[in-house]
């Protein structure tokens, strides 16, 4: 499973929402994040991607979320988003 965040200015959530979903691999897809949102994503262990630009009439988080699912490398996805925390259980829950 691989866990997709999009994220925008989420510098207050992002490493705790990350933290939350170990072991899971986590890819955040910044959505143009002007408070360092990346670069402590980065350090929390997930891997990140620049939002593509916006195509006409797509909502910024749809869009995150399609350039999300374009880049997991496993079969099965979940999208969460930067304001959750999750239980340590929860990802392991999923793949048994």
Do not use: M
Not at 60 to 84: E, M, Q, V, Y
């Amino acid at each position: 499973i691989t866990v997709i965040i999009p994220a925008r200015n989420e510098k207050a959530n992002i490493a705790a929402v990350i933290e939350s979903l170990k072991p899971a691999p986590v890819l955040v897809v910044d959505d143009g994040s002007t408070d360092g949102t990346a670069e402590l994503a980065k350090k929390a262990g997930a891997f990140v991607i620049p939002a593509p630009p916006l195509a006409a009439g797509l909502p910024g988080k749809s869009n995150a979320c399609l350039a999300g699912s374009t880049h997991a490398p496993t079969r099965w996805i979940l999208f969460a988003d930067a304001d959750t925390r999750y239980q340590a259980n929860f990802v392991p829950a999923l793949t048994e």
